[in-house]
Nanobody, 124 residues
Framework: QVQLVESGGGLVQAGGSLRLSCAASGRTFSRYTIGWFRQAPGKEREFVAA????????YYADSVKGRFTISRDNARNTIYLQMNSLKFEDTAVYYC?????????????????WGQGTQVTVSS
């Protein structure tokens, strides 16, 4: 069992930066692949980034590549999403999720545990 709690969302101007955190609990957290997803009003939940349990592999959606960075600190049971050069279209509720599989999955259905989400609003 893994519990996830996101934080760090807020209101930021276009071009600005935010760092989201995802605090995890559970003894086997370090063995999970972690993904970040986002969902804007009226849209489906979409993949943003994922990181393997050893941080040896990362994968990004094309829309955020070069602007967002995912990282994890297994000693602190925390995953981060550094978001730079934010755009209006990045506005959404951001969720972190844990997947017990080894591959970096981009499909929400593959993930076993989800946080409650944190709102990111980018003003144009």
């Amino acid at each position: 069992q893994v519990q996830l709690v996101e934080s760090g969302g807020g209101l930021v101007q276009a071009g600005g930066s935010l760092r989201l955190s995802c605090a995890a609990s559970g003894r086997t957290f370090s063995r999970y692949t972690i993904g970040w997803f986002r969902q804007a009003p009226g849209k489906e939940r979409e993949f943003v980034a994922a990181i393997s349990w050893r941080s040896s592999s990362t994968y990004y959606a094309d829309s955020v590549k070069g602007r967002f960075t995912i990282s994890r600190d297994n000693a602190r049971n925390t995953i981060y999403l550094q978001m730079n050069s934010l755009k209006f279209e990045d506005t959404a509720v951001y969720y972190c999720a844990a997947d017990s599989g080894l591959a970096l999955a981009i499909t929400p259905a593959r993930y076993d545990y989800w946080g409650q989400g944190t709102q990111v609003t980018v003003s144009s």
